[in-house]
């Protein structure tokens, strides 16, 4: 079977896996800024390699196979490098210090939950106009963000690693939990049809003043807001 491997579609995720392993390896060098460009890169990237691909009329297996392993690396294996990295950074409780040198590895769980949640993406017809559970870019995006706008509060004596672990196991869970999120894909632009997508686009604008945690805050809001239209769509 000839399967067309130098396409568009295929070249632009590519250039998606290659920003993965470049902000991989500065994260492994607690580089966050380059590590958290490189993961928007990326998520650019993705974005555009969907969009050539349903424009060109380009579709196929290896194009599927490909995005999920591109997304893998630069959604999963990178943020679980930054959570690596802030492993060695932050104050442990006297309880931790002896899995001081184990610890750190623990963050490495988060790839396979996004490894997880793709699969479960690429076969679940339910997420065609909304998401269940977070989406793997969203995720890459709060840890890089959080690791570098919030770097002194995260290796102060305020945090320890106890916490990080926490979080990031709440992360990890989120991703394969059936939870729905919101999706700002537009049928029409009505405000009735629409308006839980445009309280979260208006309540992004105050987080962009937050800087170099704009990220991180923006995906919190939309984790809390998916959370209470969830909680209102069950009442």
């Known amino acids: 079977m000839n399967y067309r491997l130098f396409t568009l579609p295929n070249l632009i995720t590519c250039c998606n896996l290659i920003c993965g392993c470049i902000a991989t390896g500065a994260a492994f060098h607690g580089k966050y800024q380059w590590a958290l460009l490189f993961i928007i890169l990326g998520a650019v990237f993705d974005f555009f390699d969907g969009l050539s691909a349903r424009a060109l009329g380009i579709s196929g ?6 995005d999920s392993l591109a997304d893998v690396i630069t959604f999963g294996l990178a943020p679980s490098t930054v959570i690596f990295y802030l492993f060695h950074e932050v104050h442990y409780p006297a309880l931790l210090i002896p899995v001081h040198g184990i610890l750190p590895y623990t963050a490495f769980i988060m790839t396979a939950f996004s490894a997880l949640r793709l699969a479960k993406f690429n076969l679940d017809t339910r997420q065609s106009t909304e998401f269940i559970g977070l989406p793997t870019p969203a995720n890459a995006l709060f840890w890089g963000a959080l690791a570098l706008g919030q770097h002194a509060f995260l290796t102060s004596q305020r945090f320890n690693a106890l916490f990080l672990l926490l979080f990031m196991i709440l992360f990890s869970w989120l991703l394969v939990a059936e939870v729905p999120m919101l999706s700002l894909k537009f049928k029409t632009w009505d405000w009735r049809q629409n308006s839980w997508k445009y309280i979260l686009l208006l309540g992004t604008l105050p987080c962009l003043l937050l800087g ?5 805050a923006i995906i919190l809001w939309y984790i809390v807001l998916s959370l209470v239209k969830s909680k209102t769509r069950m009442a």
Request: hydrophobic residues 45%; aromatic residues 10%; proline residues 9%.
């Open 212 to 216: 170099r945690s704009a990220f991180a």
């Open 61 to 66: 297996p290896i194009g599927k196979e490909l």
